[in-house]
């Protein structure tokens, strides 16, 4: 006796990375502040929220800002890349599954539900990631931050868009799966129907309107029976 009728169900399922299937988010964060801290900035909760969600070339020019501000210091960004991506690469593939993530991605595998990963990492940031998950591998379709066709990263629309249009569907057809502000404006932008795994830190008003919240992948309801 589910709310939902088969008007509801998703044509595919178009899933962020960081923070939403892998735990990534906190090991982004401490590698970012470490990093800034070596250049004399100490970056507080709500600058290392505001990196969520982002690609790397745009939180760092962000970060280069803050370093700027805080310390006077005008680097470039390879110099802070330098310091910033061994620490990343070092915490990255001990992120551990999000609760519910696993089971998620298996049920729309066994469902048939098309999936898509669209995320605002960069090809081999997500191959260090996904290594130790070999669940992640049954998203085949893929769209990266550094992906050569798209355009601008999150909050633009364009990642979801192009996962979308590569499983052939509409976009206003596929649920959406975000964590981030700038991840779920991306995908409502786009016109998907969006679920938004909220963070600690984070509430409703940190979202565009009429997106679904959720506590936990574990409570998202995929009603294909009936
Ligand atoms: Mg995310």
Redo the contacts with the bound molecule.
């Keep these: 006796m589910g709310q939902a009728g088969s008007m509801s169900d998703p044509a595919a399922c178009l899933f962020?990375?960081?923070?939403?299937l892998l735990d990534t988010?906190p090991l982004h964060a401490r590698a970012w502040r470490e990093a800034a801290a070596r250049f004399g900035a100490d970056l507080n909760g709500d600058q290392l929220l505001a990196l969520?969600?982002r690609r790397r070339l745009d939180c760092t020019l962000l970060v280069l800002d803050w370093i700027l501000e805080a310390s006077g210091r005008e680097l470039t960004a390879e110099q802070l890349l330098a310091v910033r991506q061994p620490i990343a690469e070092a915490l990255l593939p001990e992120a551990a599954p999000m609760p519910g993530a696993i089971q998620l991605i298996e049920r729309c595998h066994t469902e048939g539900i098309p999936m898509a990963l669209a995320t605002s990492s960069s090809r081999d940031a997500v191959a260090l990631k996904a290594r130790p998950h070999p669940w992640i591998g049954l998203i085949q379709t893929r769209v990266h931050g550094d992906d050569p066709e798209l355009v601008a990263g999150k909050p633009a629309p364009d990642v979801f868009l192009l996962a979308a249009s590569r499983l052939g569907v509409a976009a206003n057809q596929c649920w959406a799966f975000?964590?981030?502000p700038a991840?779920a404006r991306s995908a409502a932008a786009a016109g998907c129907r969006v679920h938004v795994l909220v963070p600690p830190g984070l509430g409703a008003g940190d979202y565009p309107e009429g997106v679904q919240l959720l506590d936990s992948l574990e409570q998202v309801e995929l009603s294909r029976a009936c």
């Design positions: 962020d990375l960081d923070g939403l988010e969520r969600g975000e964590d981030s991840g």
